[in-house]
């Protein structure tokens, strides 16, 4: 059974710092390209960045210029977790975060999300 679960979420000032974590089982981890994304109220949920299954190298995802420079994404293949840094944050980055990952065509997997608010 395929689960992902969220964590590292919660209300930090502007230009903070977070690092999101989000552990895996249920599937050959290091195999497969892992993604996160977030929703902010309202709006639809959009792709911060990817990574690769055979290395911890960011790709940062072009869907999201302002992320650039800010978001950084890495996996610890040995612990089947991928982690999402996020600095200098902005309240513009209020919003629910998600990872994901796809096993196949049509077997699409989310974690439930955790909150991230930026607020002085």
């Known amino acids: 059974q395929v689960q992902l679960v969220e964590s590292g979420g919660g209300l930090v000032q502007p230009g903070g710092s977070l690092r999101l974590s989000c552990t895996t089982s249920?599937?050959?981890?290091?195999?497969?390209?892992m993604g996160w994304y977030r929703q902010a109220p309202g709006k639809q949920r959009e792709l911060v960045v990817s990574?690769?299954?055979?290395?911890?190298?960011?790709?940062?995802?072009r869907a999201y210029e302002p992320a650039k420079g800010r978001f950084t994404m890495s996996r610890d293949n040995a612990k089947n977790t991928v982690y999402l840094q996020i600095d200098n944050l902005k309240s513009e980055d209020t919003a629910r975060y998600y990872c994901?990952?796809?096993?196949?065509?049509?077997?699409?997997?989310w974690g439930p999300g955790t909150q991230v608010t930026v607020s002085s």
């Open positions: 249920g599937f050959q981890f290091s195999l497969l390209p």
């Open positions: 990574i690769k299954g055979d290395s911890n190298t960011e790709r940062e995802a």
């Open positions: 994901k990952v796809l096993t196949g065509p049509n077997s699409v997997y």
